[in-house]
Structure formats: C-alpha cells, structure tokens
C-alpha cells in the first residue's frame, strides 16, 4: 500500500546513464567525437597551408558532410538488415583505418589537398554507415522509457564535444601540427570499439531471410511515404533545419561583424551556443514531461527565432551571448523531439531507415538554409539573413497548426505475432509469385460508411507493409459481400508483410471484427498469378513448383 500511494518517480535526464551498456558506448561515443572534430580543425588548418583557396577549405566541410547525404539510406538498409553491433565496429573500424594513413601521410609530409579531401572523404563514409545504426541501437540499450532522455543525452554529448572540440584541435594543431591531430583522431576510436566488442546484444532471431540492398531501401521509403505521422516529422524538420541553420552558418560573421570582435569572441559565440544545447537537453526529460511533442517543438521554434532576431539586432555581446543559449537550447530540443518521434513511431525492423531518412531530410535543410542565409547575407546583409531566418523558423511553429506532430505516448509497435502461414495445396517456396489474395467480408447497409472508412486504414497499413495493386470490390449480385483484393511478388514477400503488422494495428481488426457479419476469420483466397500457355508448357511449370518444393527452403508448405 505504501508503494501504491508513493508520489510517482519524477523522470531523470540522466536515467539512461543507469544501464551499463548505455554508459559506456555514451562515453565511449563522445570521446570519438571529440576526436572527429579535432580531426576537421587539423585538416582545414592543413588545407589552409597546402591549398590557401576558399573553395578548397569548404570542400574540407563540404567531403565529410557529403557522405551523410549520399548514403544514410543505404546505411539505414544496411543496419535494420544485418546486426547493428555488428555495422558500427565495421564502420568504427574503418574510420580508424583512414585517420591511421591520413594521419602517416601527414607525418610523412606526402598529403596532397586532394588526398587529403579523400581521407576526410571516407571518415565521412565511415560516419554516414555508423550513424544509422548507431541511433537505431539506442533502442536497444535502454527501455522505450528512457529512449527520449537517451536522445537528449546523446545530442548533449556532442554539443559538448562541439563546444570543447574546436578549441582543443587548434591547441594540438598549434602545439604539435595537424598529423597528430589526426593521431588523436584515429586513438579515439579505439574505446568504441572495444566497447562495442564485449557487447553482446539479445537478437532474437528472424524467421525470414533479410531484404535485398535494394529490396531494403525501397521498403524504407515506403513505409515512410505511407506513414502520415512520420512523414509530418521529415517535413517540419526540413522546415527547421533550413531556419536554424543560419546562426551556424553565420557564426563568424555574426562575431566580426555585427560584435565587432576578433576569434576570441567567435569562441566565445560558440562555446554560449553548445552551453544552450548542453542545458535544452538537460531540461528536455522535464519538459517533455509536462508539455507535448507538439508544443516542445513549437516552443523551440518560436525561442529560436526570438534567439535569432535579438542576435540581428543586439550588435553587443551582452545580448548576442544569452541569445546564444536560447538557441541552442532550442536547437537540440526540438531535433532531439523530431529523433525520438521517428524512433517511437516506427517499429523495429525498419527504425534505422526511417531515421537515415529523418537525417538526410534535416541535413538536407541545413545544408539549404546555410546556402540560402549566405547568399542573403551576401546582397543583402548579416542582420536581413537572420531576420529572414527567424521569419522562417515562426512558420516553421505556424506549420504544426496544420501538421502537427503526433503523440509518441501510448503506443505499441512491436510486432503483433496473429498471423501464422497458412498450409497450401499447392507446393509453393519463398520465390514462388506473384502472390494474389483476396479477402472476403460480409457487412451491412447500415455499416457500410464506417467499413469504408476502416479500410482506408487498412488500405494504407497493407501499402506500408508492402502490399501492391490493393482494391476493395462490391459484388453486384450480393450487396453485402466485399472483396479486398492485394498483390505481391512472392510468398516471401506476402508471409513478411503479415508479419509486419504491429499491436497498434491491432484496434483496426478489432474494428473490422466488428463490422463483419460472417464467420471469423473472413474466408482468404491465395493465388498465385499464372499466365495462359500450352499443356506442355504448364507441365513444365507445375515440374519446376514441384522440384522446387522440395528444396530447403524454410518457408515452403506443402
């Protein structure tokens, strides 16, 4: 009784730091990035002395940011596919192996501006297949309740890193040269991965084989296309991340020219910055706590595009510093909100997708609005930039009064486990197709709107899952007799779409339970498409089903 009354436990920002395996990739993590930051001062420093152009020098930034937008799908594909343990030591390790010759080449004093922008090239390759899998795993590490304190922690941990990295790299460069921050770079891999070594992760096993590379990366999409509260997530963090990043993009201008300071104060703007982000994330368990997704994101928006006005117009540090803050506090709060959105609102088996196609789209937006506020500030001036960024960042909180983000609370999304391959008469194996059913449903005049209306839901879940060619036909001569009608390509395919069906699904065959007047289960018609030919040829086929039947294949019924 006592334990029933007591007051329920306030949630902890730091309550993922609880679980041993969480802890130590958390520290393990941080120290690689700090690394990967001392590593891009060492080599636009280098850049600077090998190659003294501007393009050159952006190219630095340009090769590692690159690779994220190249090939997170592919890496989201990779990492919901194989083991996730697994994809980051092989990434992990060869970003070592990179920073290793980068970091010989550079003692050897034989980098070229061009080596060196393909050294920084694939440590970006390494850092787009890891970083997928690397979010996706949070899930893993801790419970669904601590995985949105697990986000804040781990954008915490690298606005630390941002904030200290920088200052750190041009105190190595200064002191001993770019090679061995390159050094540094590569020895601060090594904790990761032993880390990651001795962690033996619970996988249960998969009763199908994985996707195709290809297969993998359109399924992502489509799920992701075919999930409305997803799909509003990608959209309101393009909308974001094009807004807020002008007070990165503009940071040195905003410190020389509207401060009217040297690179002290230009650290100084960083450093208030990365303090604000360490705080929103912080405060950010709190917050969510008492406020919505919803309205976190859009109190974010709107203080970062105060933040950003007050930083247009101050022209003095006294106010340019505490805008900072503000900014960066909203800067993590609302991407840590749009992480844990995309990773509590899709299941499993494709979060790594769904998330590497959340990064491409913020990243996306970033890398817009840096072009975009640069060229603003070019013509037209520092202060009209950020003015113009604010304006976008209040339409940005405007957005959620048509597109709002979702309540992650509540939900179920693992799989739900009430559907079992059927027997067939027909031998059939995984590559067996193309696939055709047809469910048949029996409903009443009077039910008939709200039986529509449900299988519009069903319509796009059985889309989402990978269903093709869906219809719904009433039958002219029985008015209450319905037919839902899908296609897909192979009874592998059909036996994984069924299985992807989650117990927040669950309510939809519930409703339709309701609504169907014959005998359940409905009667399931499941036929393989075949086309017209000769008896000799439909011989020869009906040969191959039979041979092939008899293979090893898992999924084959007879």
């Given at each position: ?23 130590s990739?958390?520290i ?10 001392i ?38 594909a ?105 050094a ?33 990366m ?25 807004g ?11 410190a ?29 368990t ?28 101050s ?14 506090a909203?800067?993590v ?19 790594a ?13 970033m ?75 029996r ?11 449900t ?39 059909y ?36 086309e ?27």
């Amino acid at each position: 009784m006592a334990d029933a009354q007591a007051p329920a436990e306030r949630p902890s920002a730091l309550a993922p730091l609880r679980h041993p395996i969480f802890r130590s990739v958390w520290i393990a993590s941080m120290a690689s990035n700090f690394g990967g930051l001392i590593q891009s001062v060492g080599a636009s420093w280098m850049m600077t002395s090998i190659a003294p152009s501007a393009d050159m020098v952006a190219l630095v930034q340009a090769s590692v940011t690159l690779p994220i937008m190249l090939l997170s799908l592919v890496s989201g594909a990779i990492a919901d596919s194989l083991d996730r343990r697994k994809v980051m030591l092989v990434a992990q390790v060869f970003m070592l192996a990179a920073s290793v010759l980068l970091s010989a080449a550079a003692w050897a004093g034989v980098i070229t501006p061009w080596l060196l922008l393909l050294f920084t090239f694939l440590i970006g390759c390494g850092a787009a297949l890891n970083s997928p899998a690397w979010q996706a795993s949070v899930g893993d590490m801790v419970p669904r309740q601590d995985l949105p304190a697990a986000v804040a922690l781990n954008s915490m941990g690298f606005n630390i890193a941002r904030s200290l990295g920088p200052a750190i790299g041009g105190a190595i460069v200064a002191a001993a040269g770019a090679a061995a921050a390159f050094a540094v770079n590569a020895l601060s891999y090594i904790a990761l991965i032993v880390v990651l070594a001795r962690w033996r992760p619970e996988r249960p096993p998969s009763p199908l084989p994985p996707e195709t590379l290809g297969a993998a990366m359109l399924s992502g999409v489509r799920y992701v296309v075919m999930s409305p509260k997803v799909l509003v997530v990608l959209i309101r963090s393009l909308a974001f991340g094009t807004g807020a990043s002008a007070i990165s993009a503009l940071m040195p201008l905003i410190a020389r020219v509207l401060v009217g300071g040297g690179p002290l104060i230009y650290g100084l703007l960083l450093g208030a910055f990365g303090v604000g982000a360490v705080g929103g994330a912080m405060a950010s368990t709190a917050l969510r706590s008492r406020l919505t997704t919803e309205s976190l994101v859009r109190a974010a928006s709107l203080a970062f595009a105060a933040a950003a006005a007050i930083t247009a117009l101050s022209g003095t540090i006294l106010l340019t510093v505490p805008a900072l803050l503000v900014a960066g506090a909203g800067w993590v709060l609302a991407l840590s909100s749009f992480n844990v959105s995309v990773q509590m609102s899709t299941p499993r088996w494709v979060v790594a997708r769904a998330l590497s196609l959340y990064q491409m789209t913020a990243f996306g937006g970033m890398a817009l609005g840096a072009w975009l506020w640069g060229t603003i500030a070019e013509h037209g001036g520092i202060a009209e930039a950020l003015l113009a960024a604010a304006g976008v960042l209040v339409a940005c909180a405007l957005i959620g009064l048509l597109l709002p983000l979702a309540d992650i609370k509540g939900r179920d999304l693992a799989p739900l486990r009430r559907w079992d391959a059927p027997d067939t008469a027909v031998p059939v194996d995984g590559r067996t197709g193309p696939v055709v059913v047809a469910v048949e449903w029996r409903v009443a005049e009077s039910d008939v709107p709200a039986f529509l209306d449900t299988m519009s839901e069903r319509r796009r879940i059985r889309r989402r899952d990978g269903a093709h060619n869906w219809v719904l036909m009433r039958d002219l001569a029985d008015p209450e007799l319905w037919v839902e009608r899908y296609h897909a390509p192979t009874w592998l395919d059909y036996v994984r779409l069924n299985n992807r069906l989650t117990k927040d699904d669950a309510e939809l065959f519930d409703r339709l339970r309701r609504l169907h007047r014959g005998s359940w289960p409905p009667h399931v018609h499941r036929m393989i498409e075949r086309e017209a030919r000769s008896s000799a040829s439909d011989g020869a086929r009906l040969a191959r089903d039979m041979a092939a039947a008899q293979t090893t294949d898992p999924l084959r019924l007879s």
